[in-house]
């Protein structure tokens, strides 16, 4: 490592400090905080994101940056160099925004969010709209401070915060074919019989499912001394720094595989957060995600290619009989693995089944693009959205609640974010593909308990890059392809066809 880089890396990892802090009261915010708190929480946010915001595009850093640049030991150092080119594409963007609307939307998010919770209780858009107004206003802002790229439109400038180098047209060319293979294939399924999910609908206290939980995670490899799982409304996972990974879930007694997958998919984030060499590079772009689709392909892994499949059901059984006690009775793991693939409409997305998921996932992205577009206003988006549900799933959701007010990201702010939930489940099929073919053994390892193997295999393909590859890249680095919807398709109706006996 040269002398300029060990500057400018040392300069970046006190800013991730500072970012450390803003993570750590975002954690704090969803889990212990009184709903009281929510205004100085306001305050703490703006302060430390207008304070990370400055530092970022200060001279001091451009200085330090500039002097990389121009090392030419940076420049014969492959890694070292993608991570200086990195590190300017996150400057470049970061002074396009004055640090006054990076505080603006870090302040007023929190309370945007204090408003979405008790709208969303009382089943109150009217008082949810205003706020949604305001971060939708923001968020055209910041669209506005990047700029519109040659031949884009402007939703692609908050895309790219999310998934560097993606567009919305890219976006839609990739998703209305799928949207019509995945109608066809729901179609299909809809014809055969539908599993039995009676094994589901047994009550466990969140006492058991959080000791289940917790057991599940060790064996899949999450580390609990770097790491804790707490209890939330939305389950998340905040990659706080080395050594803190914080995951949350949520527990319905009446139904103990929500908390479990809710667990298992928050626990593939956190996998990929610890397999982050952060200890060594925190701040530097080799210690962070590459994109939020490449880390929802890690967290639908875990949850759906491994948690939802028979060969887990087969190692959990005995456990799960023994720590859920006699109310979960005995069913056989086949019956288990087909209970949780039943595949059918419903309104709530982070409860969606793999075959409808995406759809959820579409009709955000339309409302977002036209938002942006300037063709909708908050206003009209409850009445777009029943009917994009209409449309794509075949159900009008009762009320807003179940509706357009269920997910939390717009008033978080996170606007131009949900179409890499898509991207992640395309990625995590296409990895997996790949997976299997240098691993033959990989399923019938996982009937054992061994989840080291996929672990190792995640690690060193994917975690211990950070940001050194872009995602397209990487996808063509891991799978010799570039990302195609083909294995997505293929892992589906290779899962659900013998369910649903349509094989
Ligand atoms: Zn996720």
Redesign the pocket.
Known sequence: MTKSYQALAAYCRETATINSLSALASWDQETYMPAGGADLRGSQKALLARLAHERAVGPRMLELLSACESDPGVKADPVLAASVKETRRDIDLARKLPSDLVAEIAGTSPKAVAAWREARAKNDFGAFAPWLERMVALARRKAECYGTPAGGEPYDALLNEYEPGATAREIDAAFKPLRTRLADFIKDLSRGAAPDESPLNVTISPERQHAFGLFVLRAIGFDLDRGRLDVTTHP??DGIGPGDTRLTTRYRESRFTDALYGTL??A??GLYEQGLPKSERFGEPLADAISLGI??SQ??LWENWVGRSAEFWSWVMPHARTMLGDSFGSPTPEAMARAVNTAKPSFIRVEADEATYNMHVMVRFELERALFARQIEARDVPGLWNKAYQNYLGITPPDDAKGCMQDVHWSSGLLGYFPT?TL?NLYMAQFMEAAQRDMPGLKGGIARGEFAPLLAWLREKIHVHGRRFRASDLCQRVTGAPLSADPFMRYLEAKLRPVYGRA
Do not use: A, I, K, T
Request: hydrophobic share 10%; charged share 25%; aromatic share 16%.
């Open positions: 998340f996972c998919h928050e593939g984030h880390h929802e967290s639908r939930y992640g």
